[in-house]
């Protein structure tokens, strides 16, 4: 587990609230970023782009804890928070998730995105042994 990222490069690219931690949303990232790398099978991601995954899935997880302003007005105080559509996918989110996905060439992020959907097929019917042919049947 080598950590890419700093608490630094992270608020580099999101504005943060001091008195939250960064170290855990670097350690998810991190851990997605070794995942990433395992399924890089073509070796296409060099180590500053792992980096940059890295610092950008930190800001994403981030965002989702303290939730970004997408709009702010200051008179009649409305604001508007990023949030990502119903049914987009995990990194859709944020524009730090969707900047990860960008940055990962690799596709794997985007596969994550996406999800994961098991399809299955089962005959309800008799079992083939027990069956009456068409041409006998009343």
Known sequence: ???RTTPALVAG????????DISPFIDVANAL??????QDTAS???TQ??????????????????????EKKTGDASAKFQVGEAGTGAFQ???WGRNAMALDISGTLRKLNKG??????ECLGKPPST????????
């Open 1 to 3: 587990m080598t950590v």
């Open 13 to 20: 690219i999101i504005t943060t609230d001091l008195s939250i």
């Open 33 to 38: 970023t070794d995942y990433v790398l395992t």
């Open 44 to 46: 296409v991601l060099n």
């Open 49 to 70: 782009l792992l980096r940059q995954i890295e610092t950008w899935l930190a800001a994403h997880y981030y965002a989702v804890k303290d939730q970004q302003y997408s």
């Open 93 to 95: 989110g944020s524009e």
């Open 116 to 121: 994961v959907v098991t399809v299955g097929l």
């Open 131 to 138: 069956q009456i042919d068409y041409l006998d049947r009343d």
